[in-house]
Each structure stands twice: as C-alpha cells, then as structure tokens.
Antibody
Framework: QVQLVQSGAEVKKPGASVKVSCKAS????????MHWVRQAPGQRLEWMGW????????KYSQKFQGRVTITRDTSAITAYMELSSLGSEDTAVYYC???????????WGQGTMVTVSS | DIVMTQSPDSLAVSLGERATINCKSS????????????LAWYQQKPGQPPKLLIY???TRQSGVPDRFSGSGSGTDFTLTISSLQAEDVAVYYC?????????FGQGTKVEIK
C-alpha cells in the first residue's frame, strides 16, 4: 500500500545537524511533491519546505531558509530533510508528507522525533 | 504569510451530537481560475501523524466517514462532524495550500462531554 517510512529518532547537541530520511512505496515517487512539516511539543504544525520529486526543484519556508536542505534520491525512492545549526527550539517531531490532490497532504510518514539537548 | 485561525480552541460534545469547527484565513484561498478553495482539514490523534479528512474545502478523502463534512469559501470555512463518535476524539487542523508557506490553524481539540 502507499506509505512513507521515516528514519528513527535522533538526539543532537546544539549547533549540530540532523538528516531525516523518508522512504516511499506503493506509488510513483517522481509524480508527487514531498513536503516536510514539523510539530514542536504542544505546538501547531509548521511547514518547512517541499521538493518536486520529479525534477528536484525545492522551495523552503523563509523561517528555515539557509538552515534546511531537502533532497531526494529517485533510485532509492527516498526523500531527505537536513536541518543545520540546531537549537533547543528545533526539538520536534518531523514529518514527511506527500502532496496529493491539489497538493493537500494525503499521505504522512510516521514521524521522527528529533531532540536537541546539551 | 496567510494566517489561519480556528475557533474554538477546544469543545466538548456529547456522543451522537454535532461538532462544528471554524477556520478563518487572513486572505482568500479561493483560486478564481478554477473556483477551488485551497483548504484542507486534518485529524490528529495522540502519537499519530495527521490524517487528511477534507480537501478543496469540501471534498471528503477516500475512506473518511460521511459524518465529516466541510463547507465555506474565500476566507471562512467550517468542519462539521454530524454525529460525534468516540473515535473522533482528536485535534483537528485546517490548512491552506493556496500559497507558500503552507500554514495551519492552531488546532481544535474535540472531546466527549
């Protein structure tokens, strides 16, 4: 069935980087956009950016510009999100999600908890 | 950025009764060329990722029970659960996908009275 499976939880020190992977299955990977959304404890969902899995074009939220990089590997059917210069405010669950009909987010990964702590 | 504001922040409804959640966008999310509202609703249960319920403001995602319905246009939208079931206890979010950055409402927590 259509699913997105993300990499496991991470614990990082302030100033470090984290790279989260998202493996797709059950659909044509290159036909859809992949977005990344995060959710800090008790906070609303926050969009970080997206990649056109077909041509690799990306667009990022201004909030994360310069710190986030979204890539994909079509042979591995996997998208990646790398966030650098981590601070405690980056402690959150990070989700990959597919842009479906009109780009509403129709399929979600299970989430990856990233904890930033010294 | 388009700001999405939901009301109320939480509500408690008796089983079998109607639950109504409102969402207001700071600017219109109606795309005139195709007359579609770029507005979605999601349900999130504890420890789970969000689940798409409604897109284009009123189109139910495949597999979503018909007690969930969406309405509205332009800047004002509503999610209605016609007869609340125990499994509907969750936080509900509206989201606009009209422009980037994509933005979400703050969420509405639905509980059983």
């Amino acid at each position: 069935q259509v699913q997105l499976v993300q990499s496991g939880a991470e614990v990082k020190k302030p100033g470090a980087s984290v790279k989260v992977s998202c493996k797709a299955s059950g659909y044509t990977f290159t036909s859809y956009a992949m977005h990344w959304v995060r959710q800090a404890p008790g906070q609303r969902l926050e969009w970080m950016g997206w990649i056109n899995a077909g041509n690799g074009d990306t667009k990022y939220s201004q909030k994360f510009q310069g710190r986030v990089t979204i890539t994909r590997d079509t042979s591995a059917i996997t998208a990646y999100m790398e966030l650098s210069s981590l601070g405690s405010e980056d402690t959150a669950v990070y989700y990959c999600t597919r842009g479906g009909r009109g780009d509403a987010f129709d399929i979600w990964g299970q989430g990856t908890m990233v904890t930033v702590s010294s | 950025d388009i700001v999405m504001t939901q009301s109320p922040d939480s509500l408690a409804v008796s089983l079998g009764e109607r639950a109504t959640i409102n969402c207001k966008s700071s600017q219109s999310v109606l795309y005139n060329s195709n007359t579609k509202n770029y507005l979605a609703w999601y349900q999130q249960k504890p420890g789970q990722p969000p689940k798409l319920l409604i897109y284009w403001a009123s189109t139910r995602q495949s597999g979503v029970p018909d007690r969930f319905s969406g309405s509205g246009s332009g800047t004002d939208f509503t999610l209605t659960i016609s007869s609340l079931q125990a499994e509907d206890v969750a936080v509900y979010y509206c989201q606009q996908y009209y422009s980037t950055p994509r933005t979400f409402g703050q969420g509405t927590k639905v509980e059983i009275k």
